[in-house]
């Protein structure tokens, strides 16, 4: 299983960006979907969760200008980001919780990380 994000770029404060990701491979069901950031220097954080069923849950930091999105036809997630600040300055990575087969755990798969950068 691979996840592949794409996206990322320079903004200015105020601007929009699109995250996208895509799981591919042996996929049996994918559970919860989600977006985390890391800044220079930060611990990683949770940014957005998404449920098979498509119920959303969001950071504090974002709620308002963040929306997560699914389409389980195609595994993928989406990450609509408006109003960037500098604070959102991060590398961010999509995560899934991923069955590969009907009787195997999930495990966690994580994409590469695509970076974000919010400057004037």
């Known amino acids: 299983v691979q996840l592949q994000a794409s996206g990322g770029g320079l903004v200015q404060p105020g601007g929009s960006l699109r995250l996208s990701c895509a799981a591919s491979?042996?996929?049996?069901?994918?559970?919860?979907m989600a977006w985390y950031r890391q800044a220079p220097g930060k611990q990683r954080e949770l940014v957005a969760t998404?449920?098979?069923?498509?119920?959303?849950n969001y950071a504090d930091s974002v709620k308002g200008r963040f929306t997560i999105s699914r389409d389980n036809a195609k595994n993928t997630v989406s990450l609509q980001m408006n109003n960037l600040q500098a604070e959102d300055t991060a590398v961010y990575y999509c995560?899934?919780?991923?069955?590969?087969?009907?009787?195997?755990?999930?495990?966690?798969?994580w994409g590469q990380g695509t970076q974000v950068t919010v400057s004037s």
């Open positions: 995560n899934a919780a991923i069955r590969t087969h009907s009787r195997s755990s999930r495990s966690d798969y």
């Open positions: 998404i449920t098979s069923t498509g119920t959303p």
């Open positions: 491979g042996i996929i049996f069901d994918i559970n919860v």
